[in-house]
């Protein structure tokens, strides 16, 4: 029995694994809310807006994201479709992955499950991560993503952060300072975290937190569009359990009742 524990455990590991994505920088902590449908509609408009320019999101149809946000045809077909499309298109692009390669050095991933991939942590704390870095080819890093191959297209929005890095007494995994085996001397690493707002962007940094709150929602939300449906199919379905589980027990009382007595 406890090696089939054991084994369930392990089972679970790579996920936890996987969501982390493998990088030492400390997440900031993001709890998507899909039933906030302001925030995902919001989400969607930025999106549309400042993302699919680049990314794909080809497993998702506008019609469908649109149907489940609660926002009309109408009024996403003037204001939200991007130029081109049809409202039951895929949401995807029409640029040529030698072209993305050319000009970004990656091409832009397929963000349909990116959150379901990297978590939504990672993903809330990527969007907001860019700072100014002069020898980066598009002028920025990204602490969550270092030598990132996209532009910071926030940045109107949240401005140029610089973070200054600096040499740091460095630290083995139990807080010890670490030193040199030959030599004796301390060691030191560069660390890149004390962040200055270097110019101002059309948001404060609540309102700027906002956006990448809504966007990372919205991408929850298109990793698993039928997680809305399920939780709310699935409390009548508890609801039926309870209420034939009544009458099951009434009518087997009422078989009983002559045989008891
Ligand atoms: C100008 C083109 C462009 C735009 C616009 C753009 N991106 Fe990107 N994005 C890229 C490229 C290129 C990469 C791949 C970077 C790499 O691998 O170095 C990327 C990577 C990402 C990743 C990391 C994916 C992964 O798992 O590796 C996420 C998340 C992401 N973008 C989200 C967004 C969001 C959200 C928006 C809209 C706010 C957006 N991007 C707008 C070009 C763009």
Redesign the pocket.
């Known amino acids: 029995m406890k090696n089939f524990f054991a084994f369930f455990i392990l089972l679970l590991l790579p996920i936890s694994g996987f969501s982390a994505g493998g990088s030492s920088v400390e997440l900031q902590d993001m709890k998507p809310d899909l039933h906030d449908k302001a925030s995902l509609q919001r989400g969607l408009s ?2 549309s807006n ?2 699919l ?3 794909d999101a080809g497993y998702a149809r506008f019609e469908r994201a649109a149907n489940d946000l609660g926002i009309p045809a109408d009024l996403f077909t003037e204001n939200l479709l991007p130029a081109g499309n049809k409202i039951g298109d895929l949401m995807s692009n029409a640029m040529s992955s030698a072209d ?1 390669k050319a000009w ?6 397929d ?1 349909t499950l ?1 959150a379901r ?2 978590g939504s942590d990672w ?1 809330y704390s ?2 907001q991560a860019f700072y100014e870095d002069k020898s980066r080819p598009w002028g920025v890093n990204n602490t969550v ?1 270092p030598n ?4 910071n ?2 940045e109107g929005l949240q401005g140029v952060r610089h973070v200054t890095c600096a040499q740091a007494p460095a630290y083995d995994k139990d807080h010890k300072p670490l030193f040199d085996t030959l030599t004796g001397d301390a060691l030191t690493e560069e660390r890149c975290n004390v962040v200055v707002q270097k110019t101002e962007g059309q948001l404060t940094e609540a309102q700027f937190e906002r956006v990448a709150y809504d ?1 990372t929602n919205f991408l929850v939300y298109m990793g698993e569009p039928s997680r809305l449906k399920s939780e709310a199919l699935g409390l009548k379905v508890l609801l039926f359990i309870v209420l034939f589980g009544v009458f099951a027990y009434l009518l087997n009382k009422e078989y009983w009742r002559e045989i008891d007595h």
Do not use: I, S
């Open positions: 930025l999106f400042y993302c320019g680049c990314h993305a970004f050095g990656a091409e832009p991933p963000l990116v991939v990297r993903v990527y969007l993503f990132v191959g996209m532009p297209v926030l966007l």
